[in-house]
């Protein structure tokens, strides 16, 4: 089992920034992709970004450019730090680890809005 907990998120105008963080506790040494996604008002849920163990990444084109998605091994943490926000980026984003199964957090809600 692993537990996933978000952290950040909030208000913030368009062109700010805002940095969510991730933790995973438990049985974490079987983790490989940690992973972010976003679910906006009325839409599917997306992937955002993930990276591996090795600190490989992708991102989806929609935010290459302006997010940045870096990890912590000894700290099993992940982080998404957003640039240049857009009131296209709300939505409630969501932290997944993948190991067994895919584990998920419960969501940190991110509103762009003047």
């Known amino acids: 089992q692993v537990q996933v907990v978000e952290s950040g998120g909030g208000l913030v105008q368009p062109g700010g920034s805002l940095r969510l963080s991730c933790a995973a506790s438990?049985?974490?040494?079987?983790?490989?992709?940690m992973d972010w996604y976003r679910q906006g008002p009325g839409k599917q849920r997306e992937l955002v970004a993930y990276?591996?163990?090795?600190?490989?990444?992708n991102l989806a084109d929609s935010v290459k450019g302006r997010f940045t998605i870096s990890r912590d091994n000894a700290k099993n943490t992940v982080s998404l730090r957003m640039n240049n926000l857009k009131p296209e980026d709300t939505a409630v984003y969501y932290c997944?680890?993948?190991?067994?199964?895919?584990?998920w957090g419960q969501g940190t809600q991110v509103t762009v809005s003047s």
């Open positions: 990276i591996d163990r090795s600190g490989g990444t």
């Open positions: 438990g049985s974490v040494s079987s983790v490989y992709f």
């Open positions: 997944a680890v993948r190991a067994d199964t895919t584990y």
